[in-house]
C-alpha cells in the first residue's frame, strides 16, 4: 500500500471575499514526481504556501509529512525542503558558504554537514568551485545547487516552484535527473511548472483553474481524457476557460 505523504481534503483558502484556493482535495505518496500546474492567478501558489506551513488555510484539512497545517506548522518546515527560481542560494557567499549554511538551518550536526557537503559536491562536480562565490556560477550549475541543498536533511518531501526558469533544456534535463535520483531514494518531489514538457515527466499532475483542480492523472490518461497529443494541448483546452488571472 502507498505511503501517503500529503493529503488535503476541501483545502480552502480566503482573502476577504475572494477564493484564492477553493476545496481542493488529492493525495500525494511517497516517492512520486507530483506535477501541480496552473495559469497565472490560478492559485497554485496560494496551495503550496498553505502546504509549506507558510500560510493558515481559511479551511479544509492538510496532513503534510504526517503534521497538521494549523497546528505543526513549524514541525512541517522541518520535514520539508524548499526551493524557487526566485531564491534559494546566497550569491555572496561561496559555494560550500552556501551548503554549511542551509544546513546549518536545516538542523544537521557538524559532523553531518561535513559529510554531507563532501558527498554534494563530489557528486555535482564541484570540487574546483567550493569558493567561488555562487554569483559567478552558471545559472544550471546554481540550480543544480539549489536542489542539491534543499535535500541535503533528506526530507520527506521537497516543494519546487518553478525550479527551471531560464534554464536552457539540456540543463534542465540534467535536472530531471537530480529530480528522480530524489524521488528513487523516496524523497516526495512536488512541483510547479510553466513548461509543459516537464508535466511529461511527472507520474501524476494536477491542473488548478479559477482556485480548483479541474483535472488529476497521469500525463498519459490526461492526454486521453482531452483528446489530445501533448500536455501543452491538455493545459491549453483547460486554462483558456479560466476567468481571473494575474
Known sequence: MKETVISTSAL???????????????DVYKGEVFGFLG?????????????CGLSIPS?????????DVYRQTEDIKKHIGYMSQKFSLYEDLTVLENIRFFGGIYGLSNQQLRLKAEELIEQLGLQK???KLVGSLPLGWKQKLSFSVA???????????????????VTRRQFWDLIYQAADNGVTVFVTTHYMDEAEYCGRVSIMVDGKIEALDTPGNLKKQFGSDSMDDVFYKLARGAKRGE
Open 12 to 26: 480552502t483558502k480566503r482573502f476577504g471575499d475572494f477564493v484564492a484556493v477553493n476545496e481542493i482535495s488529492f
Open 39 to 51: 495559469a497565472n492567478g490560478a492559485g497554485k501558489t496560494t496551495a503550496m504556501r498553505m502546504l
Open 59 to 67: 479551511s479544509g484539512n492538510a496532513s503534510i509529512a504526517g503534521f
Open 129 to 131: 568551485e567550493t569558493k
Open 151 to 169: 535535500v541535503i536533511h533528506q526530507p520527506k518531501i521537497v516543494f519546487l516552484d518553478e525550479p527551471t526558469g531560464g534554464v536552457d533544456p
